[in-house]
């Protein structure tokens, strides 16, 4: 049984931090690639942060440089440490294996940034 469930958003004011983080259940933990995933309003879901099973870490221009995504197999958890965050954060944030498996998407963690 795949289950991914995310926590930790909130609101923050621009220049903020917050860490996320996915709780995924299942034996495909430690090989998978994961990544982290965000859906504003009116936009599609884009992939922010991808992290495979070495510790390769990958990132959407728009997040590089403030976001970082870890892992820890131990706990099969994926994180997304956000700094630095602007107002166009603002979304739904999901994780997922990459590529995503369409039926197991989790109900995701708001984050919204504002003043």
């Known amino acids: 049984q795949v289950q991914f469930v995310e926590s930790g958003g909130g609101w923050v004011q621009p220049g903020g931090s917050l860490r996320l983080s996915c709780a995924a259940s299942g034996r495909f933990f430690t090989i998978a690639t994961m990544g982290w995933y965000r859906q504003a309003p009116g936009k599609q879901r884009e992939l922010v942060a991808s992290i495979v099973s070495t510790g390769t870490t990958n990132y959407a221009d728009s997040v590089k440089g403030r976001f970082t995504i870890s892992r820890d197999g131990t706990k099969n958890t994926a994180y997304l440490q956000m700094n630095s965050l602007k107002p166009e954060d603002t979304a739904v944030y999901y994780c997922?294996?990459?590529?995503?498996?369409?039926?197991?998407w989790g109900q995701g963690t708001q984050v919204t940034v504002s003043s």
């Open positions: 997922n294996r990459k590529p995503a498996w369409v039926d197991y």
